[in-house]
């Protein structure tokens, strides 16, 4: 779907970058590196502390199928959507090769065409909310989790960090730069804190934003959800606790939201 004429720029920026994703995820380079199926070390434990038995799931942005078909393997109920077509073909052939039933859908996170309060959990794997369209995209998509995820429901996803010290810490910083001279008038894509453009033809994140953790908590608390465990990667699979070294690790940090109250957009002021 291409920029309607007339549209808020706002609006179209973000069906811009919505379709810039989406292209590059059809490519079929892209779609190869992803036929892996299996969960990580660190989403396995999470999956045994978090998953209730006989739980209905939603695997959001689900790519060629890794967790949805894993966790179907283990007799779990799995809806997998993706804003890739490419994407949820190979997915289809993956499960049909694994010999496991998984829904597999084309579908948009901002905008779930499923049954309110229909799924126990949701789980978004390998960073997919940073390629979501801006601040406002990731607003919208946690709106629709909360909407689809029953009362007490449980939202499982992971990032990076903008202030890891690893091998990407530089083009974070020049992002940040380019951000800056963007507010000063300069014509540079990067609108938002934590966007990030890249142009190489073989990289596949042609546009993500790296927000800190701290903008995610308040994101789920605006969203509704309470925060129930949060640490990173490497401290998870080596049963560590949370520290403020983990600030500059690198690798992806998880977190595990719970639905438990009321979207603070929805809330009645009190008199």
Known sequence: ????????????????????????????????RYTTVGLWPAEEILALEHIPDQARILDLGCGAGRCAIALAELGLEVVGVDLSRAMVEAARFQA???????????MD???LELQTE???VVICAYN??????GIAGKKKALAEVWRVLKPGGCFIFSSHSL????????HRFLAFLRLCLGKVGWPMREKELGERFIDDEWEEAKYL????????????????????YFNTRQRLETRRKWGIAGNFEGGERFYVASKRGVPALQERPTS
Do not use: C, H
Not at 96 to 106: G, T
């Open 1 to 32: 779907m291409g920029v309607k004429k007339g549209q808020p720029i706002r609006d179209r920026r973000t069906q811009l970058l919505r379709d810039l994703v989406r292209n590059s995820y059809e490519q079929s380079f892209v779609v190869a």
């Open 96 to 106: 049909e090769l694994a010999e496991v039933k998984v829904d597999f859908q084309v």
């Open 109 to 111: 996170a901002m905008n």
């Open 118 to 120: 229909s799924f126990e």
């Open 128 to 133: 997919g909310l940073e390629l979501l369209p």
């Open 163 to 170: 202030f890891a010290l690893n091998y990407f810490a530089p």
């Open 209 to 228: 934003q790296i927000l800190p953790p701290s903008t995610w908590k308040k994101l789920l608390r605006t969203a509704g959800f309470e925060l129930v």
